[in-house]
């Protein structure tokens, strides 16, 4: 298949990926609104393979419906993420029933509250508006202007996104800053996207690269949510204050345990933080020896 073909067929694949997804999403089902988050990133990621033979203003118009959906699912797919880990702390008996029951009770509410802003979000007509617009930049009349620079352009969306990693990278210092963190894993995520892409294009083998952004990924996502679990406590026992010292103690306990962890995530990631910078300036370098050719 040459490459300005294989870039479409990659493009379609994410977006059945996505419209498969959405039906069970939409009903609340958690691994479908995870799996159908990550189809949304991927589609976004794949979208600038279309800049040079897509109308700017039409390829911004995709972008801008597949990034709505990708807000509306986030904060239920969060949620989701803070009942899987209640779960776990209250299987491994690390904090007190009682305060695993009260945050949870409060997360299961708000996920209520989120499932019905990502309906009215995410209607059957903008998925069906989403799908035909992404035809029409796919697969315009004179196609023929993409040949040999589809790896190009993929490999210089890769060597941008090393370039925003490893500046989020430095700028989070090491100290422990869950904001700047934050911004760490989601350049280190649009990077994996990225490289995916290219991966797919030039029929590589290789996932060395990859494996490692999603250790380091998984690693920040934890931490991630491990602090929005932390504010989610807090607030329960904002609410709590002055009705019971017991309620309040038992919940400060959580809250030690949930900090301690994000202690010994930061670590683990400061150890492993050389290796990822170094990951980083193999990938803007070797993106710097492609040149467009033809397919």
Do not use: F
Not at 76 to 103: F, K, M, N, Y
Not at 127 to 152: F, H, Q, W, Y
Not at 180 to 189: D, P, Q, S, Y
Not at 242 to 271: F, K, N, Q, W
């Amino acid at each position: 298949m040459e490459r300005s073909a294989l870039s479409v067929a990659i493009l379609r694949q994410r977006l059945v990926s996505l419209l498969a997804a959405m039906p069970a999403a939409q009903s609340g089902d958690e691994t479908s609104v995870h799996q159908a988050r990550v189809a949304s990133r991927r589609l976004r990621g794949a979208l600038p393979m279309l800049s040079a033979r897509a109308d700017a203003n039409a390829l911004d118009r995709v972008d801008r419906c597949v990034r709505r959906i990708t807000r509306a699912l986030g904060p239920v797919r969060e949620l989701d993420v803070a009942l899987l880990l209640l779960a776990e702390l209250e299987g491994r008996g690390a904090a007190s029933a009682t305060a695993i029951g009260r945050v949870r009770a409060a997360v299961t509410a708000e996920r209520l509250k989120r499932c019905r802003d990502m309906l009215d979000e995410i209607t059957p007509s903008r998925l069906d508006k989403l799908r035909k617009r992404l035809v029409d930049v796919a697969a315009p009349p004179n196609s023929a202007i993409e040949t040999g620079s589809t790896v190009a352009e993929a490999a210089g969306q890769s060597r941008k996104r090393s370039r925003k990693l490893r500046a989020a990278i430095e700028r989070a210092g090491g100290i422990y800053l869950a904001e700047r963190l934050h911004r760490v894993r989601i350049e280190a995520k649009k990077l994996r996207y990225a490289l995916e892409i290219q991966r797919e294009l030039t029929h590589s083998r290789s996932r060395a690269q990859l494996n490692r952004l999603k250790v380091q990924q998984d690693l920040l996502g934890r931490m991630h949510d491990l602090e929005m679990l932390i504010a989610r406590a807090r607030s329960v026992q904002s609410a709590l204050a002055g009705r019971t010292r017991r309620g309040m103690s038992e919940l400060d306990s959580l809250i030690r345990v949930l900090e301690d962890e994000c202690r010994e995530g930061h670590a683990a990631y400061m150890h492993t933080r050389p290796a990822l910078l170094k990951l980083c300036d193999a990938v803007i370098d070797a993106a710097g020896q492609c040149r467009p050719t033809a397919a």
